[in-house]
C-alpha cells in the first residue's frame, strides 16, 4: 500500500480549512460579533453587509468553487473523452477541497444570517456539504483501484492472491498473514443496519490494531530494507482488504441511498442559487461591476 496524496489529503484538508476560517473571522470578528439590529450603524456596514463588496465577494467566489467542484468531477467522471485528464481520486479530492471551501466562504457571504429564498440554498448547501462527508467515509469503505474505480469481487480476490504471494515468500510474511487473520477473526458479517454501523467502527480499530502489530513485527525480525517495505505494503494492503470485505455489500448499499440524497439536494441547491442571484440582480446590486 504506496503512500499517495490521499493519505494525508485529511490533514491537507483540515489544515486549509481551518486557515480559511481563522483568515475570514479575524477579516470581519467585530462586525459578526456585533447584534444584527446594530450593525447598520458601523463604520464597515457598507462594505462587510452580504451585498458590501468584501461579503458579495465572498458569495461570488464560494459560488464559483462550489460550481466548479461539482461540475469538474462529474464531467470526469461521466464524460468517456476525458478518461485522460488525470485520476479520478484526485478529482474527487479536488471536489472535496472546492466544495468544502466554498460552502464556508458563503457562510461569511451571509454575514451569519439568513432569509428569504437564500436561506433554503444555505440550508441546503449545509446539507449536501455535511452529507458529503459520510459520503467520503462510505466511498473509501469501498476496494477501489488507483484509479478510484470500485474492484470487482474477482479483481479483490486476485490482488488478495497477489499479496498472499508476497507474503509467503518470508517466513515473516507468514506471521505477518497469521496476526492479520487473528486480529479480523471475531467478525461476522453485520445483519441490521446498527450492527452494520457498530462494526464499521470496530474493524476500523482493528485495522489500526493491525497495524500496529505489523509495524511491530517487521521492527523486531531485523530484515533488509529492500525486503522490508514490500513486505509492509503487502500486509497493509492485506489488513485494508480484510476489513472492507466484511461489510462491503452493506457499504455498496448506504453508498447507493448516500447518492439518492447527495444529489437531489445539490439540485434543489442550484436552483435556489439561480432564483438567489436573478432576485439580486434584480435589487440592483452588481458587486464591483
Ligand atoms: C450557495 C450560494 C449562496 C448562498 C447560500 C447565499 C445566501 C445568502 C443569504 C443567506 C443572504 C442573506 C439574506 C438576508 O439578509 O436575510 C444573502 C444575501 C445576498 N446574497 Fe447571497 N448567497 C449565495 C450566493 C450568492 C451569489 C453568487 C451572489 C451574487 C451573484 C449573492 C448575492 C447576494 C446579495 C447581493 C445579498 C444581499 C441581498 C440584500 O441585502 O437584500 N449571493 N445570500
Ligand atoms: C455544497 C457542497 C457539495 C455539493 C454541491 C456536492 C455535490 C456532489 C455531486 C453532484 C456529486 C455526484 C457527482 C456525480 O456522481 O456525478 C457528488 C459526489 C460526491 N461528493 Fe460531493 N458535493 C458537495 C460537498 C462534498 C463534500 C464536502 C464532500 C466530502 C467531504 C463530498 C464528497 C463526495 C463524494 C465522496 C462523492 C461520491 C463520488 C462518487 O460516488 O463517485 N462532497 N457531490
Not at 483568515?23 to 464597515?44: K, Q, V
Not at 428569504?116 to 456539504?129: F, K, R
Not at 483501484?145 to 470500485?150: D, E, F, I, P, R
Not at 455489500?249 to 448506504?254: A, I, K, L, N, S
Request: hydrophobic fraction near 50%; aromatic fraction near 12%; proline fraction near 4%.
Amino acid at each position: 500500500m504506496k503512500r499517495t496524496i490521499g493519505n494525508y489529503f485529511p490533514i491537507i484538508l483540515l489544515v486549509l480549512c481551518g486557515f480559511v476560517i481563522v483568515l475570514l473571522t479575524f477579516n470581519g470578528w467585530n462586525y459578526y460579533d456585533t447584534p444584527i439590529a446594530l450593525r447598520a450603524f458601523r463604520s464597515d456596514y457598507q462594505t462587510m453587509k452580504p451585498s458590501g463588496v468584501f461579503s458579495h465577494g465572498f458569495g461570488i467566489a464560494g459560488s464559483l468553487m462550489i460550481i466548479i467542484g461539482v461540475s469538474s468531477y462529474s464531467f470526469r467522471k461521466r464524460i468517456n473523452r476525458l478518461r485522460s485528464f488525470g485520476v479520478l481520486a484526485n478529482w474527487l479530492h479536488f471536489h472535496i477541497i472546492l466544495c468544502l471551501l466554498g460552502p464556508i466562504f458563503i457562510i461569511y457571504h451571509t454575514t451569519f444570517k439568513s432569509g428569504g429564498i437564500a436561506a433554503i440554498t444555505l440550508w441546503t448547501m449545509l446539507s449536501v456539504a455535511a452529507s458529503g462527508i459520510i459520503g467520503r467515509f462510505l466511498y473509501v469503505l469501498i476496494p477501489r483501484n488507483l484509479n478510484g474505480t470500485q474492484l470487482t469481487m474477482e479483481e479483490i480476490e486476485s490482488e488478495m492472491k497477489n499479496i498472499s504471494e508476497v507474503l509467503q515468500g518470508y517466513p515473516v510474511g507468514i506471521l505477518l498473514s497469521q496476526t492479520i487473520d487473528i486480529t479480523f477473526a471475531r467478525f461476522q458479517p453485520p445483519q441490521t443496519f446498527w450492527q452494520t454501523i457498530v462494526t464499521i467502527i470496530q474493524l476500523e480499530i482493528s485495522k489500526i490494531q493491525a497495524r500496529n502489530k505489523i509495524r511491530e513485527i517487521l521492527s523486531w525480525n531485523k530484515i533488509a530494507p529492500e525486503a522490508a517495505l514490500p513486505l509492509k505494503h503487502a500486509a497493509l494492503e492485506r489488513a485494508a482488504l480484510t476489513q472492507k470485505t466484511f461489510v462491503l455489500g452493506q457499504v455498496e448499499r448506504f453508498f447507493h441511498n448516500w447518492h439518492l440524497i447527495h444529489l437531489p439536494f445539490t439540485i434543489i441547491m442550484f436552483i435556489t442559487l439561480i432564483a438567489h442571484v436573478v432576485v439580486v440582480i434584480l435589487l440592483g446590486y452588481r458587486w464591483i461591476f
